[in-house]
């Protein structure tokens, strides 16, 4: 396969794909990388000013794709609620967009499409390699051995203001802090910092539930060696009435570039 002369940076709204972006800007040159962002209308409102940084610090043009839907509305014309096992809002508002934005607009012999997978995070970067083929790809984070606290420095030492999801303690800058893939822990936090959100996803949940008549839930319960649907108004009960029970250390993983079988 011939070395590419373009990179496609995919950038997430986080910090990570945005140094990545960084470093294959650096090697292929700025005239050369292109900034592409899925939106899926349902992000935090701080990841559009930290965009919008990037973009006047470094002179740039940053591409947004969108197919005008969000997460919820995904949901409902699914007929299902996405959680770790089936993700319909990752597919439809960001791999497929993506994808076929990469398909239409570039040459699998001549562009590499840039990944923000720091070095924490090889073990899934194989997986996606291969889902890809035979577009190139590269984790620029991975093969410099660059984890997520010299993410965080690298983009303060550029004069940008982080996005406010990290000083509240999220591990990612995506979906305001609700993303379905996210664990205990997240939800949890969640709660304790931006209540009104958390019972504004409660809610849509338990309507869903009600008008469905469907035992789904974003999270799961896997006390006693079962795995049953753990609504978010059970979890919350339990973040009020018996916080020792929270695992806070399952966090789950930002995973919309990775497909997961229903």
């Known amino acids: ?32 990388t292109i900034w592409l962002f899925a939106d899926v209308l349902y992000e935090d409102e701080d990841l559009y000013r930290f965009l919008g940084d990037i973009r006047r610090r470094h002179n740039i043009e ?13 949901f409902e014309d699914e007929g299902m609620i996405g959680n770790t096992r089936a993700d319909p809002c990752s597919r439809i508002l960001k791999r497929e967009p993506l994808s076929a934005w990469r398909d239409a607009n ?13 070095a924490n995070e090889e073990h899934r970067w194989d997986r996606l390699k291969e889902r890809h083929a035979p577009w190139q790809m590269r984790a620029p984070l991975i093969e410099q051995g660059i984890f997520k ?26 979906c305001g802090g609700r993303c379905i893939k996210q664990g205990h822990a997240g939800w949890a936090l969640l709660y304790k910092t931006m209540p009104e959100r958390f019972l504004e996803v409660e809610a849509r949940e338990r309507a869903f539930r009600e008008r469905t008549g469907k035992d789904v839930a974003i999270c799961r319960d896997r006390a006693g ?18 916080p020792e029970t929270i695992d806070l250390f399952d966090w789950g993983a930002c995973q919309c570039m990775e497909e997961v079988a229903p």
């Not at 950038?11 to 140094?19: D, F, I, N, P, T």
């Not at 040459?107 to 499409?113: A, G, I, N, Q, R």
């Not at 060696?225 to 018996?242: C, F, N, S, Y």
Request: aromatic letters at 6%; glycine letters at 10%.
């Open 1 to 32: 396969m011939s070395k590419p002369s373009r990179a496609i940076v995919q950038l997430s709204g986080g910090g990570a794909s945005y140094v990545a972006g960084l470093l294959a800007m650096e090697e292929f040159g700025q005239e050369n």
């Open 225 to 242: 060696g079962d795995t049953m649907p753990l609504p978010l108004e059970a979890l919350r009960h339990r973040i009020e009435r018996e």
């Open 149 to 174: 606290e010299k993410v965080l420095a690298i983009v303060e030492r550029n004069g940008i203001r982080l996005p406010r999801l990290y000083g509240m303690g999220f591990q990612h800058n995506n």
């Open 106 to 118: 570039c040459d699998p012999s001549l562009d590499v499409t840039i990944i923000g997978y720091d």
């Open 62 to 74: 940053i591409t947004t794709i969108t197919p005008g839907r969000d997460p919820w509305q995904v």
